[in-house]
């Protein structure tokens, strides 16, 4: 607590930063790794009503899943009717729809990742103005009052820091999880019209 307060008013916006970014790190691992779980068991019980045509339960299992994978596949269930090519044009755009489901929050975790440094470049320039400040007022210069203003210049720094690097290690682990869970969906998406056309066994 001493250590924020010595940095000053412009830690709350980089606490804010941090805790925010915090949320949507865990939001998002979670969120993928319900995903994975979830695919996985919707794989083999989709397969199954498939070889019993029963589109019934092949919908309910989509359902019970709820994850992008899943709203596809039922989508594909529900217009499988229409011509293949008619199919897939639904199919993909139901596709496109899924995606920002997968990049949710993201933006505003690299976002994040950038406002915190330059929150803390901020503290830096703010703190060496009020240093010099210090060093330009008297003859008799107080340490403690120069030592107070360089602390402001490196606490938001390493503040600024410490919340940007992490947010921007994630973002990008994330981003490659959702190319990943992007090309999975369109494989799985595109296996599953080829059966439910009857094109593959």
């Not at 919707?42 to 989509?62: G, H, P, Q, V, W």
């Not at 990049?103 to 330059?118: C, D, F, R, V, Y």
Request: glycine letters at 6%; charged letters at 20%; hydrophobic letters at 50%.
């Amino acid at each position: 607590m001493g250590l924020i307060l010595k940095g000053g008013l412009l830690m709350l916006p980089i606490i804010v930063c941090g805790l925010v970014a915090t949320y949507i790190i865990i939001e998002r691992i979670v969120f993928y790794k319900n995903i994975r779980k979830n695919d996985e068991i919707l794989k083999k019980n989709i397969d199954s009503a498939l070889r019993r045509n029963d589109y019934a339960d092949a919908e309910t299992f989509c359902e019970a899943a709820s994850t992008p994978s899943s709203n596809v596949l039922k989508k594909a269930i529900e217009m499988r009717s229409l011509k293949e090519a008619d199919l897939r044009e639904i199919v993909q755009a139901e596709m496109d729809n899924q995606v920002p489901a997968l990049e949710h929050s993201l933006t505003m975790l690299g976002t994040i990742a950038n406002i915190s440094t330059l929150l803390g470049l901020f503290g830096t320039v703010v703190g060496n103005i009020q240093a010099f400040g210090v060093m330009g007022a008297s003859e008799n210069m107080d340490p403690s009052a120069l030592a107070g203003s360089i602390a402001v210049a490196l606490l938001t720094t390493a503040a600024g820091l410490t919340v940007a690097i992490p947010s921007m290690i994630f973002n990008n682990v994330f981003n490659r999880r959702v190319a990943k869970e992007t090309a999975k969906m369109e494989s799985v998406v595109t296996e599953f019209v080829l059966k439910l056309t009857g094109r593959l066994s």
